[in-house]
Nanobody
Framework: QLQFVESGGGLVQPGGSLRLSCAAS????????IGWFRQAPGKEREGISC????????YNAVSVQGRFTISRDNAKNTVDLQMNNLQPDDTRVYYC??????????????????WGQGTQVTVSS
């Protein structure tokens, strides 16, 4: 059973950077995609970055394009999210999850599985 543990969250000033890490226990190669998501209290979970297992292609939401970069380290079995130029609106709990179906990164958030416990990112001066 695939399990994820997210880490790297914290408090950062506007314009700052954080690097989140999603550590997987279990085989991730059976999954078509690994994604990063975020959620604010009372709001729906939002997909922000995703990486395809087949070809390493990455996808980013418009809201984070040019600021966030997703990458995969197969040796460490992690999927990291480098976040630059963070803004107060980026304050959320961040999660990673996996998609096993054929839609891969194009699947909606509810179709992803093995959600981690999340890591809080707070952007404030």
């Amino acid at each position: 059973q695939l399990q994820f543990v997210e880490s790297g969250g914290g408090l950062v000033q506007p314009g700052g950077s954080l690097r989140l890490s999603c550590a997987a226990s279990g085989v991730t190669l059976d999954y078509s995609a690994i994604g990063w998501f975020r959620q604010a209290p009372g709001k729906e979970r939002e997909g922000i970055s995703c990486i395809s297992s087949a070809d390493g292609r990455t996808y980013n939401a418009v809201s984070v394009q040019g600021r966030f970069t997703i990458s995969r380290d197969n040796a460490k079995n992690t999927v990291d999210l480098q976040m630059n130029n963070l803004q107060p609106d980026d304050t959320r709990v961040y999660y990673c999850a996996a998609q096993k179906g054929g839609l891969g990164c194009h699947a909606p958030p509810p179709d992803f599985t093995s959600w981690g416990q999340g890591t809080q990112v707070t952007v404030s001066s």
